[in-house]
């Protein structure tokens, strides 16, 4: 089944369960018992996935990274919403 | 003094027999 693009600024993320989180080397990797997949998120990968746990829409999550990082608002949006969308695709995500 | 910036990537790769 093909996912439409639905992740907008407003979107909440809620986190599918079944995958094991580690950290390696400082970046965090994730294994899905589901799809028997391991993930490497890198470290803003991580950074955003444990953002999730605190701020409920993409728009805050983004702000909070534009606080954490150097980047400008566009740059950051259009990046963050690429990777959350593969998140997406993964099933390891839920946007609702 | 904020952190540089690097593009999000999500690295897949397949693993459980």
């Known amino acids: ?28 990797v994730m294994l899905s018992i589901n799809s028997g997949k391991y993930y490497n ?34 740059t950051c949006t259009a990046q963050v919403m690429e990777f959350l969308e593969h998140l997406n695709k993964e099933g390891l995500i839920e946007v609702n | 003094m904020k952190k540089a910036w690097e593009k999000p990537e999500l690295e897949v790769l397949e693993v459980m027999t």
């Open chain 1, 41 to 74: 998120f890198g470290e803003i990968g991580g950074e955003i996935w444990r953002l999730a746990d605190e701020f409920p829409t993409v728009k805050e999550i983004i702000d909070e990274l534009r606080n954490i990082y150097e980047v400008d608002e566009e």
């Open chain 1, 1 to 28: 089944m093909i996912k439409e693009s639905v992740i907008q600024a407003d979107s909440q993320l809620t986190k599918v369960e079944g995958n094991i989180v580690s950290s390696m080397d400082g970046e965090m």
